[in-house]
C-alpha cells in the first residue's frame, strides 16, 4: 500500500495541474462576449483578456477571421498585413493554444480586407 500511495496522490494532483480552462470565439459574437461556448468572444477580446493564461485553449468556432483594425503591421506596405498579437503566450509545457472547435474549420486571414 505504501508503495500505491505516491500514485494515487499523483493521479489526484495531475488533472489540476494540467488542466487549463478553455473559452470560445466567433466571427459573430458581439463586444459584451463571456468567453462561453453560449456567449464567445470576438477574437481580438481573447487576445487581450486576462482571463487567457498558460494552459488555456481558445476555441474558434468556424469562419474567417479577417484582419484586426489594429495590429502591429510587419513593415512590409506591399502585402497589408497585420498581425494578432496575443497577450498570454503561456510557456513551453503549458502552451495558450488557439484551435478550431472540433468539426468546425476556422481560418485567419491576414491580409486588408
Do not use: C
Request: hydrophobic share 35%.
Amino acid at each position: 500500500m505504501k508503495k500505491l500511495l505516491p500514485f494515487i496522490l499523483l493521479l489526484l494532483v495531475v488533472p489540476f495541474v494540467v488542466a487549463g480552462s478553455a473559452y470560445h470565439v466567433s466571427t459573430t459574437a458581439s463586444s459584451s462576449g463571456t468567453g462561453t461556448k453560449a456567449n464567445p468572444w470576438k477574437l481580438e477580446a481573447s487576445l487581450a483578456n486576462p482571463a487567457v493564461k498558460p494552459g488555456d485553449t481558445v476555441y474558434m468556432h468556424g469562419g474567417v477571421y479577417n484582419n484586426p483594425t489594429s495590429g502591429q503591421d510587419n513593415g512590409d506596405p506591399r502585402t497589408g498585413f497585420r498581425a494578432w498579437t496575443a497577450r498570454a503566450s503561456g510557456t513551453a509545457s503549458l502552451p495558450v493554444v488557439y484551435r478550431s472547435y472540433p468539426g468546425e474549420l476556422a481560418s485567419l486571414n491576414g491580409l486588408d480586407t
